[in-house]
Structure formats: C-alpha cells, structure tokens
C-alpha cells in the first residue's frame, strides 16, 4: 500500500475521540480527499451525498477528532449508514484503512448514542449475552424452528398480524429463512482426512451458522476431508465477535477472540479455516483487536496468521479436481468481507470454474454489497432494501439459476431478495456446488 506524506495535526479543539480504541491518527490523517473511493461506495452511489461517502464520513471522524463538531445524532446517522462493506479500502491509493477507523468510530459512538433499538436492552442483551452463549442461542433457534413447524408462522402471516408489529419487525419475519431440522455441533469431535493427510484442520463452526445451515456446515466437513484435510471442531470455540464490533461492542468482541485464541491455539492445527467470509475477516484481525493487549497481543497475531478463508485454502492445496456433473447456470456475489476485507476474490472463481457442467456467468457489480451487512440489514432495513434491489436487478440480467456466495448473511439476504421479487434462483455456497459434485462423482453420475 502507498503510504500518505506526513501531515502536522491541526490544534483547533479538544478531541471528542477518547482513549485507547479512539481512531488513529496515524490512520486517520492518510485521507488526502482524492475522491477515488467515492464510486465504489453503495451508499454514495444510492445517494450522491458528500456526507455518504466514505470521504465525507472521514472528514467527520477528523472534524471530532479536531474539536470542531461534536458527536451529534446528525454525525453519528451518517456513520451508521455506512455498510462497513470496505468497498472504500480496495479503491484508496493513499491506503487509508477504513475498516480499523469505522470500527474504532463506531467504538466511540456506542455509549453516547439514546437508547433505541440498536442501543436498547433487548439489543445490548442479544449481543452481549446472546450470541456469545451457544446453548442459549440454539434455545432461541429451536423457538423459532418450532413456530416453523407447528405451522404458528403460517397462520400469522397470513392472518395480517405481522403489519401490526412495531418497526420493520414484520418485515424482519417474513425474512426469516426456513429453519433446518439439523444443527451442527461443535464436541471436539475428529473428522479423518481421505487419502493421504495434507493438512491438519480446526474448523470454525460458528454462532448462527451451525444452527441454520446445519447441512451446509456438514458439507464443508465432507469437502475439506475429500481434499486431504484432517477437520478437528474444537469444542471450546466461540463466536468470532464479527457482529459485536460491526456495532461498536469491542469489549464483547475482544472476550470472544481471546477464547477463540487459547481453544484453537490448543489443538496445535496448521490453519484454522473458516467458511463464512465475515468471521474469517474477523479472525484475520485478532492481532490489531487485541494490539494493545500484553498478555495477548503476540498470541493474537500468531493465530491470525494461521487463519484460512476455505476457497483460499482449497485453492492452494490445490484442490482435488470435481467431476460429478451440475447442470446449472452459476453466477457469483463476491462477500465483501471476502474480496473487500481478505482480498480474496480469484479462488472462488476458480472453485466454480473446475466444476463440470457448471456454465460460468460473472454478475455486474459482482464486487459491491447486497446490503447484508451484519446487523445492517435489521438496523438500516430501508436502504439495505435499495442496495439488494440494485443487485437482484444485475442478478436477473445474468440468467442464472444458481447464485453462489460465500457468507451466510449475504446468502439470506439474497435469498430473501429473490424471494421478494419473485425470481427462480437458488442461493447455495461454493461448498455446497463442490460437495454436489463430488458426491456425483461417488454416485457414477
Ligand atoms: S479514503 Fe482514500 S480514496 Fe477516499 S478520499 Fe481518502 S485518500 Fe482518497
Ligand atoms: S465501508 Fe462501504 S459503505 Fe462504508 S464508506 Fe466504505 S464503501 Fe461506503
């Protein structure tokens, strides 16, 4: 990355920004205002507005840091409005990381802001007690797979109540995807490798993903066995803290890593490998969450370094070739948290690419967001909704059948907007493609 020149920090006001999570100066004051990441931001797109652009909302984070503004709901709106997708980061010449100054903002921000929904209890008590408890959110999991299939979700939607719920709640509901009889656990249990052992394994099963897409998560296993890797799910893992910083719970978060980081360090794997883009991002970030940490800041970086995206590392081992047929028309929605944050963005593509059959059909504007966002599709539900629409429209153009992606929040989100605008496209991960195809192969089709 091009480092900016030096710049002297003006002396206008007292800093609203305080202690040590404040954003970095150093960081921070790289901005030189070229404008070159206006057009890779969803929301300066949607809206042409200074303000939301990822160099309007700089200048807002310099103007506190200054003492020139405070930190208004006005100031704040505009940062909340950013996706934190990282479009700005891949565009920026100067280098500014725009992910570490939105995260620390956001840091800053959460105490002050009146309590609402995002602040509210029920909000603070879901991130801080929810989704780090595994046993209480697969309670909460099996509530709602149990209003599925007694068929209580049917009758309230149907009956209109759903328009009688507070906020975007109803709306929330008839988002909410059909829950799978089957969950995947985390018990320290052992998958052995297939052939010849190239590498040892931890598996990230993750807060919502083991509970949601069960039979998904059990595909990554079947993959990652096929292509040599011996798969450990280490019991004593935890949520990765991606959606508890996306809001500004840095505390929560830094708790979560530093489990993760003595459960996995203990199993003494080459790479811990993550299949949602969003929490490997995470996990890549342990060293800078925790950099200021004595006891953990070495250990951090050392588990971020063995950290894998699965396409990244499926692409290097290299894969074993697929050769079961799939007859579908497949395009791809780059995960932000993939190609934006991990930089990843050609071993997908190639995953897809070496499966037979598949007819490959790139999506304009494959690298902009859905509008999934980790809690911004609950938290910004309007203009989540614009951003999807912009891409279920690129999404029709293209003809395909099949959308592969690889997080699990932009794989609601788009099965939610196909869904909505009545289109016959099914979302599925490249796993999912890989795992279909070798499972052909073993049945001779
Ligand atoms: S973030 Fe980067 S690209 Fe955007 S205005 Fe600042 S220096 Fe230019
Ligand atoms: S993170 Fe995304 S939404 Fe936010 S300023 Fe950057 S490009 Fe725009």
Redesign the pocket.
């Known amino acids: 990355m091009a480092s900016a020149p030096e710049k002297p920090l003006p002396e206008v006001g007292l800093s609203l920004f305080e202690g040590p999570d404040a954003p970095q100066e150093s960081e921070l004051y790289k901005c030189v205002h070229c404008g070159f990441?206006l057009q890779?931001?969803?929301?300066?797109v949607e809206t042409g507005l200074e303000a939301e652009?990822?160099r309007g909302?700089i200048a807002l984070m310099k103007a506190v840091n200054e003492g020139r503004i405070g930190i208004t709901d006005t100031v704040m709106r505009h940062w909340d409005l950013?996706?934190?997708?990282?479009?700005?980061?891949v565009a920026c010449p100067s280098g500014v990381p725009?992910?570490n100054l939105?995260e620390a903002t956001m840091q800053q921000v959460a105490d002050r802001r009146k309590p609402g929904y995002v602040n509210g209890k029920i909000a603070k008590l879901a991130l801080k007690r929810l989704l780090p408890n595994q046993g209480f959110l697969a309670m909460v999991v099996g509530a709602m797979r149990l209003y599925q299939r007694i068929g209580l979700q049917t009758v309230i939607r149907k009956s209109g109540l759903l328009k009688l719920l507070p906020g975007n709640m109803g709306e929330l509901e008839d988002s909410m995807p059909e829950l799978p009889s089957e969950v995947f656990k985390a018990q320290g249990q052992v998958y052995k490798a297939q052939g010849e052992r190239k590498a040892r394994v931890a598996l990230l099963s993750g807060c919502v993903m083991p509970l949601i897409h069960g039979p998904q998560m059990d595909a990554v296993v079947r993959v990652l066995t096929r292509n040599g890797c011996e798969v450990v799910v280490t019991k004593a893992q935890a949520c990765c803290g991606a959606i508890n910083s996306h809001v500004g719970d840095l505390e929560t978060t830094r708790k979560l890593a530093r489990r993760n980081i003595d459960a996995f360090l203990a199993d003494g794997v080459d790479y811990v490998v993550v299949a949602s883009a969003g929490c490997g991002s995470r996990m890549k970030e342990y060293g800078h969450l925790l950099r200021n940490d004595r006891v953990y800041a070495d250990k951090a970086a050392a588990f971020s370094a063995k950290v894998q995206d699965i396409h990244e590392l499926l692409a290097t081992l290299p894969i074993v070739p697929p050769r079961g047929h799939l007859p579908y028309r497949v395009t791809y929605q780059d995960s932000?948290h993939l190609s934006n944050a991990q930089r990843i963005t050609a071993a997908p593509r190639q995953l897809l690419r070496s499966i037979p059959g598949i007819e490959f059909v790139e999506l304009s504007n494959a690298d902009k967001?859905c509008g999934a966002g980790g809690t911004y599709t609950i938290t910004e539900r309007d203009f989540s909704m614009r951003v999807l629409g912009t891409k279920i429209n690129a999404v029709r153009e293209t003809k395909a059948n099949v959308i592969a992606t690889a997080n699990p929040g932009c794989m609601m989100q788009l099965q939610y907007g196909a869904q909505r605008d009545g289109m016959s496209v099914e979302v599925k991960y490249i796993t999912d493609l890989l795992d279909e195809s070798y499972s052909k192969e073993r049945h001779g089709a």
Request: overall charge positive.
């Open positions: 990441c890779a931001c969803p929301t300066y652009s990822p909302r950013c996706i934190q997708c990282r479009a700005c980061e725009y992910g939105i932000c967001c």
